[in-house]
């Protein structure tokens, strides 16, 4: 098993500019979380879903966009970056809800700066 | 909303010193606990983690945690730390919901 992987490590885009985080998972994982790190504040969930063609938002999901067509993927959409999304962003996938047996897999994470 | 602190942001220790790492959340119901670790370069992998049952919960490498209920607490420790657990770690607390609740991180330094 791969596990959880995201492309790419690293980003560096204009103010303005759109992309697609990349995030997938071979481990028939139903709950898939995408996150972003910042200095002094630890992970903030950012959108989740809990299977395919379900999503929600998260604590921060402004100017961010997802989907999930199929349980692999997860791709996180950025529509109009903005210096203030320059962060690490991590994927992050359970067999379902989080409990003493399912446990919560991070992916490598993606390192964005937004100029 | 659930809010969890890390009180200590860098903590710096020479080899062999104990850890205890400080972790206190707010949510009054019943939480489920996690410790994280974030070693250089690397992703988040779960330390340990606390359902229910003994408040001492044992993890990898050595750590253990206290889940303190009186005290919202969930604090961490290690008696005797080596250079390899320089890295970050990051106290976590899920309520009824399925969303997970970070701490800011705490960055320790172990000195050789």
């Known amino acids: 098993n791969a596990g959880v992987t995201q492309t790419p490590k690293f980003q560096v885009l204009k103010t303005g500019q759109s992309m697609t985080l990349q995030c997938a998972q071979d481990?028939?994982?139903?709950?898939m979380s995408w996150y972003r790190q910042d200095p002094g504040m630890g992970l903030r969930l950012i959108h989740y879903?809990?299977?395919?063609?379900?999503?929600d938002q998260g604590e921060v999901p402004n100017g961010y966009n997802v989907s999930r067509s199929t349980t692999e993927d997860f791709p996180l959409r950025l529509l109009s970056a903005a210096p203030s999304q320059t962060s690490v962003y991590f994927c992050?996938?359970?067999?379902?809800?989080?409990?003493?047996?399912?446990?919560?897999?991070f992916g490598p994470g993606t390192r964005l700066t937004v100029l | 909303a659930q809010s969890v602190s890390q009180h200590n942001h860098h903590v710096i220790l020479s080899e062999a010193a104990s850890l205890e790492l400080g972790c206190n959340y707010s949510?009054?119901?019943?939480?489920?606990l996690f410790w994280y670790v974030q070693y250089p370069g690397q992703h988040l992998q779960l330390l340990l983690k606390?359902?229910?049952?003994?408040?001492l919960v044992k993890g990898i490498k050595g750590f253990e945690a206290e889940f303190i209920k009186s005290k919202f607490s969930f604090n961490l420790r290690k008696p005797s730390v080596q250079w390899s657990d320089t890295a970050e770690y990051f106290c976590?607390?899920?309520?009824?919901?399925?969303?997970?609740?970070f701490g800011g991180g705490t960055r320790l330094m172990v000195k050789p």
């Open positions: 481990m028939n994982h139903e709950y």
């Open positions: 606390y359902f229910s049952g003994d408040p």
């Open positions: 992050a996938s359970s067999l379902g809800l989080v409990n003493y047996y399912n446990e919560q897999f």
């Open positions: 976590a607390v899920k309520d009824a919901g399925n969303m997970l609740t």
């Open positions: 949510y009054g119901g019943t939480v489920n």
């Open positions: 879903s809990v299977g395919a063609g379900i999503t």
